[in-house]
């Protein structure tokens, strides 16, 4: 690889030691010198002239579906848009007549504010696609709507519940369609399955949106046989163009001893460093919208009640020691305050049985804690945090919000009083949940509203706003150590990767509201261009 010169620039390095510099040399994909004042004579084979605009490390996401999002776009309707039934159908059929060449026809996005059992359903579906299997997902995925054709050809009416997991059925006990949370995989699993060539274009499209917005290196957070075997073949085909941490499923059938030996074998067969496997994750809950939020107390709605974790006490704390003894991180969807009580109470047990090590566990989404398990984050577990969910939306109704009642929407991303409270924290999209453009979502981290362009409503909890430095930080050498890569990544500096990006403004001085509107001018993967904005 040849030399390259990067000169004319504002770069934040991330590097505490050395923060500032307006000159970088590459060599090898590596940064070799930074400086000020004038650049060394240019006898690089490439010079980059950044024109004054400021350069960031590439960013990191260390909670992204990076492949799945991908194949969505590759490959699903979209629907995230959708407010009505004709529209919902319009874009299915739509995209059905489109690709004649998919034995499932998909669809991803609906939104549960606005679709749910009221309003959708196998029937409704067949108006748009009766001869193939229909699966639609909202925008969650932990929600699905399927066909008449999926029901019969999954055998859906003879299915039982799995555990964690809800077949919706009429008052005859008819399967009406509606599927959530962990049911939602065996059905996919009956249906046709896609090709492997589709899952490469799926990731495809996935690396190419994640570059355009800056992203150099991600952690997918649900890691199965089939996610390992197509980011294995992109690193080995030499077609990655970011870097992927993951983190393996574990699920309710786990024991111990067959969560460490499934684990540790997909360790073991990808070391990386393009692709590598660190982690455990565990769903300890669902979410609010389908009534899968474990609380520790009931619902403020009218119907109330709550839902268990989706791991007990007991095989939480059995399954935390096992793996964290074995070093796999350990990485927690917990969306209620009682699934985050419960792995915070298996993190400590992990902790008292095998001691302390550098382990970047970590919670994910933290929607609601509890006021008393604020400080436990402090050296148990990293805050994962996707600030942009910390908003009044514009236009879907939360329905999230009136289950969690208004007296307790100041514990609802609490994001300031964590890292007041010591917590180590880094910033994700959970991409394609929502959108994965870090610069909305920190906008949105800053002022807890929607964009300008949406015509927000007041911020939403407003003291609990991060600052412009936390979320740079969140988005660069803190994600780099939730994904094990911090010796080499997250900053620029001579020895580390020369992943970079060059911004069209200065997100530390622009007004917040403006932050949104960025736009990445260029980004470098390892020294090469991933990513050039068209003039």
């Known amino acids: 690889m040849t030399e390259t010169l990067l000169i004319n620039a504002r770069i934040r390095t991330m590097d505490p030691a050395a923060p500032h510099a307006n000159w970088m040399r590459m060599r090898h994909g590596v940064v070799n010198a930074l400086g000020h004042g004038p650049a060394p004579a240019p006898g690089a084979a490439e010079v980059i002239d950044a024109g004054g605009q400021l350069v960031l490390p590439g960013f990191q996401d260390a909670h992204i579906h990076l ?9 699903s309707a979209p629907l995230y848009t959708e407010t009505n039934d004709e529209g919902l159908l319009a874009r299915l059929s739509a995209h059905a007549n489109a690709r004649p060449d998919l034995p499932v026809v998909l669809g991803a996005g609906w939104q549960a504010g606005i679709f749910g059992t009221h309003n959708l359903s196998a029937p409704l579906l067949d108006r748009a696609v009766s001869g193939r299997p229909v699966i639609l997902y909202d925008s969650s995925f932990h929600n699905a709507c399927v ?3 999926a029901l019969e050809m999954a055998g859906i009416q003879q299915m039982p519940d799995p555990p964690n997991g809800h077949i919706l059925r ?21 249906l046709p399955e896609l090709s492997d060539e589709h899952w490469m ?12 917005h800056g992203i150099t290196g991600v952690l997918d957070p649900r890691i199965t046989e089939r996610e390992a075997r197509i980011y294995a073949r992109a690193e080995a085909e030499g077609n990655l163009s970011l870097r992927v941490a993951g983190a393996a499923l574990v699920t309710q059938a786990d024991t111990p001893e067959s969560a460490v030996a499934r684990l540790s074998g997909m360790r073991k067969a990808h070391p990386g460093p393009g692709f590598h496997l660190h982690s455990a994750k565990f769903f300890m809950d669902g979410v609010f919208e389908n009534r899968t939020a474990a609380g520790l107390r009931a619902y403020a709605d009218a119907a109330g009640g709550t839902a268990p974790c989706m791991f007990s006490a007991a095989q939480t704390r059995a399954l935390f020691i096992a793996l964290d003894a074995a070093r796999f991180a350990l990485h927690s969807h917990v969306i209620g305050d009682a699934a985050a009580r419960r792995a915070l109470d298996g993190l400590e047990a992990a902790r008292a049985a095998n001691g302390a090590w550098p382990a970047r566990h970590q919670l994910a989404h933290l929607q609601l804690v509890d006021p008393a398990d604020v400080a436990r984050l402090q050296g148990l577990a990293m805050a994962n945090i996707q600030p942009l969910w ?27 009083r964590m890292l007041d409270a010591g917590a180590d924290w880094c910033l994700s999209s959970d991409w394609p949940v929502s959108s ?3 610069f909305e979502i920190i906008e949105t981290a800053i002022t807890r509203q929607a964009r300008q362009i949406e015509h927000p409503r007041a911020p939403f909890v407003p003291q609990e706003a991060l600052s412009i430095e936390e979320c740079v930080q969140g988005y660069t050498v803190h994600a780099a150590r939730a994904c094990w890569r911090d010796h080499f ?40 261009v991933v990513w050039r904005q068209a003039p």
């Not at 008052?171 to 599927?179: D, F, I, K, W």
């Not at 274009?201 to 355009?212: D, H, K, M």
């Not at 908003?391 to 300031?416: E, K």
Request: aromatic share 6%; proline share 7%.
């Open 67 to 75: 492949l799945s999002g991908g194949l969505d776009l590759a490959t």
């Open 147 to 149: 066909n008449s054709k």
């Open 170 to 190: 009429d008052a005859s006990g008819r399967a009406t369609g509606m599927l959530h949370e962990e049911v939602i995989p065996l059905v996919a699993a009956r």
């Open 201 to 212: 274009e799926g990731l495809r499209a996935g690396q190419s949106l994640a570059n355009e």
């Open 390 to 416: 910390a908003r009044f939306d514009p236009v879907i109704p939360d329905i999230a919000l009136d289950m969690i009642g208004r007296q307790r929407w100041p514990d609802v991303y609490a994001f300031r």
């Open 436 to 438: 994965l453009n870090p």
């Open 489 to 528: 990544t997250g900053m620029l500096r001579p020895g580390f990767s020369a992943d970079l990006i060059i911004l069209d403004r200065d997100i530390f001085t622009c007004p917040p509201q403006e932050i949104s509107e960025t736009r990445v001018l260029l980004t470098l993967f390892k020294g090469s």
